[in-house]
């Protein structure tokens, strides 16, 4: 019935409508609202028939993105990625409920892009902050020595046999081929520790140095981003520069966790203090943000403030109280950066039929085979464990996922990435995330699956 | 030891940017973290103080926003307020640590400036939601005809007196004095029933009264704000559509009230279907988003759809749960509002020691006595309850609050209402709410203050 109102009300509205292009703010409301009611369709349709045949959410989440953005729909598209407004259907929509001078068009169309962008952005700060705090840093100092190594071989192999094979194979750039590399290297912490828990073997020996190591994957992932992201930025390779960056990218995260002990009293005082609605999660994101801002100021990356801020808090005693909190805000947020980084995406540059594309799907081959491989070698890199299982480890390393798509997304926001190299690094994320689960069972051998509630960060 | 680290390295900052004005995406996504940071500070510091000082927290966070505000600090402050980008001290941190043209810088500022309202805009969506959801339309029907009269007068004397008043003594045109009016009508549920709690009266037969009036009345002044809202867009009063936008709005209101039970059913389902994360939260968005979407669509006002949405939803088994997930976004994005409205104020315009202020100060008196009138008279509105305490009723309607704000801001985004109007406005607000609580206590003789943790909406 409220359907039929609206269905016979909406007509009049043009009617009503008198002014036209005096005040934009209404529109860029509505068309923010739309946006962010496709977003959540998308995410939620996506994510759920994604969970129902057996995969991560979080991959349908994606191709949700991929269906509504500018490969197919064209319900959601951004004007940073080339596109006009007549483009956008969203837009149609509008103009038709109120009719707009071109000029006015392009306007609203601009802020909405620019609003849902800054939502994504701020949702992927959520992301990291999050997955920040349920990190275990003391968890961590357990599996230690083998953890450490198979996360190293497993960025350094990918990212260098990365970088080399499009520099000297298909004579990609020496900026656009680290990039492309460095997507290589981060494991999705997310993705397979979920996977590792819907399988019962998150707490077997493998699956504690898989977890380990993705976690140090993850940081030295956000590490390497911030590094190339940079180098990106400038447009050359200054040593002074990648010197600074190392530097700094380091003592950041070093200095996070080793101020944990300092700075969680302070934060647990001020909580304790504050008895207004939000005392807990207010002081929480004013932290988070201002270390996201503190990232984004010394050109490192706004994500690794807030994973930092996560790691900090993650040592408090309100860790728990304040992971419920964060829970729901990052449900709204998130799905947001997930479901634009695959509406920015335009597959059909590697459509195969077209002859010019066949360079790119070649490359993205190239880079699947690679992120394979690369990772598949580190179960090999354990060392003193006689009988652990290799195969298991090297293909519970091979999934990427968030940190993959946060590279793609700045790769081609910093222009580093041409559309063919994005396209082909958001496949590659999408098929190394399809293909794990699977063959991580088999490697497993028959595990008898459990309902396990642990890592589902990307349930 | 991080901010040392932070002070350190921002100064090498400009030496390494070697780009100017090619890439904005970073520099906005700074501007508007640091704009968060500091909307939080001053809405945390703002709500504590007032608490400690035994006033409703809400409250501080407004002065919070007119302290860091166009009024005072200049931290956050609106092109669409007419500021330019060097007014902004945040644009002056960013301009420092990145020189930017002055092009660059404008626009920077611009989409900070839009980033934030849009935020603040679904803050207030997110809010109006949080107050349908909260709403309880059974517990509504008990105390029924007694709250509706309550209402009834209390929106009707002072919409009618203020907008007389304004037009015969101070000669303002028709459309802002019905404005400003309509601004005088909506007592603030939140910090109502907040006070009546923190006294114990909340059970009391004059508390219901209060609390079911100031519902109605809440509810009566949206459809009054889409009404006056829709008026000041088309610029004139045609009896048609004036009609037609309290024919919809009802209808709107009533539909969504009535569908209730009908939707109910269906929504528990499909949250029930969802197995992934934000089963629950993400429909709820959908639905509260849409129904946003389809308020501002039919030319009503996207918190009336939020309004409604929570109404349905209340009905639902699923509501603790979702009013518990909610809360933790609301504590999120409703401040941005609250600080939002006080930093786009400039209380300069009542400066009484500049001459051509006077006028406009004079109207702020005004305003106060027709809203403190306008509502103390409600009590004896009431019928057939011999003994019943008239004055605490009054008195207990007199809180203005979040709706009065909402009036505010929509008011002076149409450009329906002047700055001296709306400073007057926002005045009105603050005074009556300050004054409410310790009359309401001398009303209710010595009331044994308990701490009741009911009616925490606006804690």
Chains 1, 2 share one sequence.
Not at 64 to 87: K, N, Q, T, Y
Not at 138 to 151: H, P, S
């Amino acid at each position: 019935m409220m359907n039929a109102l609206g269905t016979l009300l909406i007509p009049l509205a043009p009617l009503l409508a008198t002014e036209v292009d005096v005040d934009h703010a209404p529109l860029v409301l509505a068309a923010v609202l739309l946006s962010l009611v496709i977003i959540y369709l998308a995410s939620k349709i996506g994510g759920e028939l994604s969970r129902l045949i057996g995969f991560p959410p979080v991959l349908g989440e994606l191709i949700g993105g991929v269906v509504v953005g500018a490969s197919a729909l064209h319900l959601l598209v951004f004007p940073e990625s080339g596109a006009i407004s007549a483009d956008s259907v969203i837009m149609t929509i509008l103009h038709w409920m109120s009719p707009l001078t071109s000029e006015g068009m392009a306007s609203v169309f601009e802020s909405q892009g620019e609003v849902v962008s800054v939502l994504a952005e701020i949702g992927v700060i959520i992301l990291l902050f999050e997955i920040g705090l349920e990190s275990d840093v003391k968890e961590l100092q357990k599996v230690g020595d083998q953890a450490a190594i198979v996360a190293c071989v497993g960025v350094a192999v990918p990212f260098g046999a990365g970088t080399a094979g499009l520099m000297y194979f298909f004579n990609v750039p020496t900026i656009p081929a680290i990039f492309a590399g460095a997507a290589l290297t981060a494991t999705s912490i997310g993705i397979t520790s979920k996977v590792l828990s819907e399988i019962g073997q998150l707490k077997s020996k493998e699956g504690q140095i898989i977890v380990g190591a993705a976690v140090i994957d993850d940081i030295l992932g956000i590490i390497v981003l911030a590094v190339v992201a940079s180098l990106a930025k400038t447009g050359e390779i200054d040593i002074l520069n990648v010197v600074y960056l190392i530097v700094s990218a380091t003592a950041f995260l070093l200095g996070a966790i080793l101020l944990g002990n300092v700075f969680n009293k302070s934060f647990v005082f001020t909580a304790n203090l504050l008895k207004t609605r939000g005392n807990l999660i207010i002081p929480a994101f004013v932290f988070a943000f201002l270390m996201a801002f503190i990232g984004n100021a010394i050109h490192l990356e706004a994500i690794l403030g807030a994973f930092a801020a996560g790691l900090v808090l993650e040592e408090t005693d309100e860790r728990k109280e304040l992971d419920e909190q964060v829970k729901p805000v990052a449900d709204m947020l998130v799905p947001i950066f997930f479901v634009s980084v695959g509406a920015k995406v335009d597959l059909s540059v590697l459509n195969p039929l077209v002859p010019e594309n066949r360079e790119g799907l070649i490359i993205a081959i190239f880079l699947i085979l690679v992120a394979i491989v690369g990772k598949l070698v580190t179960g090999w890199a354990v060392f003193g464990q006689p009988g652990i299982n290799r195969w298991a480890i090297g293909i519970g390393m091979i999934p990427r996922g968030e940190v993959g798509l946060v590279f793609a997304a700045i790769g081609a926001a910093s222009g580093a990435l041409n559309k063919p190299l994005q396209a082909a690094i958001i496949i590659m994320v999408i098929l190394t995330t399809f293909l794990s689960p699977p063959f991580l069972r088999l490697a497993f051998g028959k595990a008898s699956p459990e309902a396990e509630s642990q890592g589902d960060i990307a349930q």
